[in-house]
C-alpha cells in the first residue's frame, strides 16, 4: 500500500512550535539501547520484495520475538512535508493502527516496529533521519510496541543506522528479487526414481 501525509487543520494547531527536540542524534539513537536484528539482511531484503520502495518511500514493520513478520505498511513522503519528528511520528502511528493492533496492555513490549527508509543520497546521517528516529521511537510508546531498527534504503545499498551494518543489494534503484528467490525454502531431497531404488539398495547390505 501506498499513502501520502500531511497535516490537518487540528494536528496544525497542537503542533509544537519548535523541531529542534524532535530529531535524534545518532549519538542520542545509539544510547537508546535499540534492539539488534539478528539477520538484518532478510528483514531488508523480505521488506523490499513486499513493498518495492523508491526514493521518499517509508516501510514501517511489525516482527514478533522470533524476527517474524506480522504487519508492515508503506507510504510515501510527501516533499512538501517538512522533515519533522511529530508529522512523522503521526504518519507512522497512523500506518501501525491501520495494519496491527496496540500492545499497551502488556506490561513489557514483545513486539518490535522496524523502519526502512528509502531516500536519495548517500548513506550518511541526516536531519531527515534524525525525524524519522523520534518518530519512530514515539510511535513504538504510543502503540506499544519495542522501538527497533532505522534502516536507510539509498543508491549505495542498505544499513542500520547505529549499527554499522549494510549491504549493496538492495538499494533504493535495485529491482526486488521474485517471491519465490527470495521466500521459497531449499528445495526438499528428491526422493523416488531408480537412482534412489540403487542407493538404497546398495546402503542395505
Do not use: K
Not at 514493520?61 to 506480522?70: G, S
Not at 523520534?134 to 534502516?151: F, P, S, V
Amino acid at each position: 500500500m501506498t499513502f501520502g501525509f500531511a497535516s490537518s487543520p487540528a494536528a496544525s494547531l497542537s503542533t509544537p512550535t519548535s523541531s529542534a527536540s524532535r530529531v535524534l542524534e545518532p549519538a542520542e539513537w545509539a544510547a537508546a539501547g535499540i534492539p539488534l536484528l539478528r539477520n538484518p539482511r532478510e528483514v531488508v531484503s523480505g521488506l523490499h520484495v513486499r513493498h518495492r520502495p523508491r526514493p521518499s518511500t517509508a516501510v514501517v514493520a511489525v516482527l514478533d520475538p522470533d524476527e517474524r513478520l506480522c504487519a508492515s505498511a508503506s507510504f510515501t513522503r510527501r516533499s512538501a512535508v517538512p522533515a519533522d519528528g511529530w508529522m512523522f511520528r503521526n504518519a507512522l502511528l497512523s500506518q501501525l493502527r491501520r495494519v496491527i493492533p496496540h500492545d499497551l496492555r502488556r506490561r513489557t513490549p514483545v513486539r518490535t516496529a522496524v523502519l526502512l527508509y528509502c531516500r536519495e543520497g548517500d548513506a550518511r546521517w541526516t536531519e531527515e533521519d534524525g525525524a524519522w528516529m523520534w518518530g519512530l521511537r514515539d510511535a513504538c510508546t504510543l502503540h506499544g510496541l519495542r522501538c527497533g531498527a532505522y534502516i536507510t534504503l539509498t543508491h549505495d545499498g542498505w544499513q542500520v543506522l547505529g549499527e554499522g551494518r549494510g549491504g549493496r543489494r538492495p538499494n533504493a534503484h535495485s529491482e526486488p528479487e521474485p517471491f519465490a528467490t527470495a521466500d521459497a525454502p531449499p528445495p526438499a531431497p528428491r526422493t523416488g526414481g531408480p537412482v534412489s531404488e540403487v542407493l538404497r539398495r546398495a546402503a542395505a547390505r
